[in-house]
């Protein structure tokens, strides 16, 4: 193999087709920055559950002297009352632990987060209701234990955090699709932009390819320029897709996001350069397949 | 050296069969003549012996290979062992006299050393040394020919085919290019030259094949142009 014949016509073949390339180039740029942000949206939704399913728990709320509702008919949550609903729950098998909270803890918790507003002031212990705080074995399967306890006499409100974060999961879910849809989008212009530069190249060049063909060339040796060609442009747009990539952490989730929402921890650089390798290695592959396909039809033995 | 068994080929958008069940042998060393008119089926028995097509039936032996079962990635092998010379030249133009030639061995992967040592002798053989660094266009159509002639036969093959070499040039050119493949003949290369030229099939009287509507017409060795024009 005579690398530097390889070489010059690929530096030919790619001046030769200059607009050609820079579409070709900025087209992976796209598809790889997609894919890209497509994947850390996904670790981000992974992070996301992660950093809450441990923290999630389910809160029975029990009746105090003000409740009304359905289950306060009698006023006050009674001691048998709530023995059924601890044994309920504690021996409910999705149930890892339970906490108890009184009238006076739950006072302390209120006045910590209403420290500086004057409602501390005229809120006594008696008005908040006792509650158990449920850790669940798997955050997944909450529905049973709300079912199990909902109905019981004394129990005014049953709580389910995971209710509350289901629309953030919702929406990371949605961002996710669409940075995929768009991949998939830009992946089919990809390759029908690939097959008409390389179709443009071997048409440019079918005099020297016929007289390769022609002294007894081997495929592989005829066709090795044009891949590289498209190897090499989609290594160029894998790059120009990184960087992009970087900045819109960097703009979007590290200036943005990260500073001013703070409940979970945000994707970050070093979840690009993990990405990074296998953006490239997926957006040169992708470009050597998708040329190495159209040269079958149109550099034929 | 090539064996045509009863081979026939049809291309699809034609009514009529472009061979039709031809049968013939040709030795090897041996020179030989291709002639008939236009559409006679020249073309088609020179690309299938390249295997550039396959014949639609029969069996084609060449270079002691059974191009029925030659697989895809083997063809360019065969392809090395088969020079081929084409009335329009098909030189590269950007690159020199010295660079066409060698373009055939880079190609194939030989090493600098045997191109360096190669392409000069060949270009003494063609009559062209001291010619190297020119382009094809400062070259007259005859010296293109011989740089087409030159890397052709630089890999020494066993057989050369040659497509009208001569059509594109004057009579007495043309006589250069026939002294020149019939020394190359005679190192021992078989050589099959299609072509019109119905003064050169008469003056060099070597075996003359016609083929006429993709038939075998006439074999004669030592013939003439023939009687139809």
């Given at each position: 193999?005579?690398?530097?014949?390889?070489?010059?016509?690929?530096?030919?073949?790619?001046?030769?087709?200059l607009?050609?390339?820079?579409?070709?180039?900025?087209?992976?740029?796209?598809?790889?920055?997609?894919?890209g942000?497509?994947?850390?949206?996904r670790?981000?939704?992974?992070?996301?559950?992660?950093?809450?399913?441990?923290r999630?728990?389910?809160?029975?709320?029990?009746c105090?002297?003000?409740?009304?509702?359905?289950?306060?008919?009698?006023?006050?949550?009674?001691?048998?009352?709530?023995?059924?609903?601890?044994?309920?729950?504690?021996?409910?098998?999705?149930?890892d632990e339970?906490?108890?909270e009184n009238?006076?803890?739950?006072?302390?918790?209120?006045s910590e987060?209403?420290?500086?507003?004057?409602?501390?002031?005229?809120i006594?212990?008696?008005?908040?209701?006792?509650?158990?705080?449920v850790a669940?074995?798997d955050p997944?399967e909450y529905d049973?234990?709300?079912?199990?306890?909902?109905?019981?006499p004394?129990?005014q409100?049953?709580?389910?955090?995971?209710?509350?974060?289901?629309?953030l999961?919702?929406?990371?879910?949605?961002?996710?699709?669409?940075?995929?849809a768009?991949?998939?989008?830009?992946?089919?212009?990809?390759?029908?932009?690939?097959?008409?530069?390389?179709?443009?190249?071997?048409?440019?060049?079918r005099?020297?390819?016929?007289?390769?063909?022609?002294?007894?060339?081997?495929?592989?040796?005829?066709?090795?320029?044009?891949?590289?060609?498209a190897a090499?442009?989609?290594l160029?747009?894998?790059?120009?897709?990184?960087?992009?990539?970087?900045?819109?952490?960097?703009?979007?989730?590290?200036?943005?996001?990260?500073?001013?929402?703070?409940?979970?921890?945000?994707?970050?650089?070093?979840?690009?350069?993990?990405?990074?390798?296998w953006?490239?290695v997926?957006?040169?592959l992708?470009?050597?397949?998708?040329?190495?396909?159209?040269?079958?039809?149109?550099?034929?033995? | 050296?090539?064996?045509?068994?009863?081979?026939?080929?049809?291309?699809?958008?034609?009514?009529?069969?472009?061979?039709?069940?031809l049968?013939?042998?040709?030795?090897?060393?041996?020179?030989?003549?291709?002639?008939?008119?236009?559409g006679?089926?020249?073309?088609?028995?020179?690309?299938?012996?390249?295997?550039?097509?396959?014949?639609?039936?029969?069996?084609?032996?060449?270079a002691?290979?059974?191009?029925h079962?030659l697989?895809?990635?083997?063809?360019?092998?065969?392809?090395?062992?088969?020079?081929?010379?084409?009335?329009?030249f098909?030189?590269?133009?950007?690159?020199?006299?010295?660079?066409?030639i060698?373009?055939?061995?880079?190609?194939?992967?030989?090493?600098?050393?045997?191109?360096?040592?190669?392409?000069?002798?060949?270009?003494?053989?063609v009559?062209?040394?001291?010619?190297?660094?020119?382009?094809?266009?400062?070259?007259?159509?005859g010296?293109?020919?011989?740089?087409?002639?030159?890397?052709?036969?630089?890999?020494?093959?066993?057989?050369?085919?040659?497509?009208?070499p001569?059509?594109?040039?004057?009579p007495?050119?043309?006589?250069?290019i026939?002294?020149?493949?019939?020394?190359?003949?005679?190192?021992?290369t078989?050589?099959?030259?299609?072509?019109?030229?119905q003064?050169?099939?008469?003056?060099?009287?070597?075996?003359?094949?016609?083929?006429?509507?993709?038939?075998?017409?006439?074999?004669?060795?030592?013939?003439?142009?023939?009687?139809?024009?």
């Open positions: 193999m005579r690398f530097q014949y390889v070489l010059s016509e690929i530096t030919t073949g790619l001046r030769r087709n607009t050609m390339t820079i579409a070709l180039v900025i087209v992976v740029a796209i598809s790889i920055a997609m894919l942000a497509g994947l850390l949206i670790s981000q939704a992974d992070t996301t559950k992660g950093y809450w399913y441990d999630i728990e389910i809160s029975v709320f029990m105090n002297e003000y409740s009304t509702g359905a289950g306060c008919a009698d006023g006050a949550v009674t001691d048998a009352q709530r023995d059924v609903i601890r044994q309920t729950l504690e021996s409910h098998p999705e149930v339970v906490f108890y009238q006076e803890q739950a006072f302390e918790r209120f987060q209403f420290d500086d507003s004057d409602i501390g002031g005229i006594t212990p008696d008005q908040l209701p006792e509650s158990f705080r669940l074995q997944e049973g234990v709300v079912s199990a306890v909902s109905g019981l004394g129990v409100e049953v709580t389910d955090q995971r209710q509350l974060l289901e629309p999961f919702r929406t990371l879910d949605g961002f996710q699709l669409v940075a995929f768009i991949t998939v989008i830009q992946i089919v212009a990809a390759v029908l932009l690939i097959g008409n530069t390389i179709r443009l190249a071997a048409f440019n060049r005099r020297e390819t016929g007289i390769m063909r022609l002294v007894g060339a081997s495929n592989f040796y005829i066709q090795l320029p044009f891949i590289l060609e090499i442009a989609g160029l747009g894998s790059v120009l897709g990184v960087i992009a990539l970087f900045a819109g952490v960097e703009l979007i989730v590290g200036r943005f996001i990260a500073p001013n929402l703070q409940f979970t921890s945000w994707v970050d650089s070093a979840d690009v350069w993990a990405a990074t390798p953006l490239l997926a957006g040169v992708f470009s050597m397949l998708a040329s190495f396909i159209t040269l079958r039809r149109y550099l034929r033995v | 050296m090539i064996l045509f068994d009863n081979v026939s080929k049809l291309y699809p958008t034609q009514n009529q069969a472009a061979l039709d069940s049968s013939l042998e040709i030795e090897k060393g041996e020179f030989v003549f291709l002639v008939g008119p236009s006679s089926g020249k073309s088609t028995f020179l690309r299938l012996t390249l295997r550039e097509e396959k014949p639609t039936a029969g069996r084609i032996r060449v002691g290979k059974d191009l079962r697989s895809n990635w083997k063809v360019p092998h065969l392809r090395r062992r088969i020079g081929t010379v084409f009335q329009d098909r030189l590269l133009p950007n690159k020199t006299v010295f660079e066409n060698a373009f055939a061995l880079q190609v194939i992967g030989k090493p600098r050393r045997q191109i360096n040592r190669d392409v000069p002798a060949v270009l003494e053989l009559g062209l040394d001291g010619k190297e660094d020119r382009l094809p266009d400062q070259l007259s159509g010296e293109q020919q011989r740089v087409a002639v030159a890397r052709a036969f630089v890999n020494r093959p066993l057989i050369l085919l040659a497509d009208e001569t059509g594109n040039l004057d007495g050119t043309s006589v250069g026939m002294k020149l493949l019939d020394r190359i003949n005679r190192t021992g078989t050589v099959v030259m299609a072509t019109h030229d003064s050169i099939v008469d003056q060099m009287r070597k075996r003359v094949i016609e083929l006429e509507h993709g038939k075998l017409v006439r074999d004669q060795s030592r013939g003439v142009y023939g009687y139809t024009r």
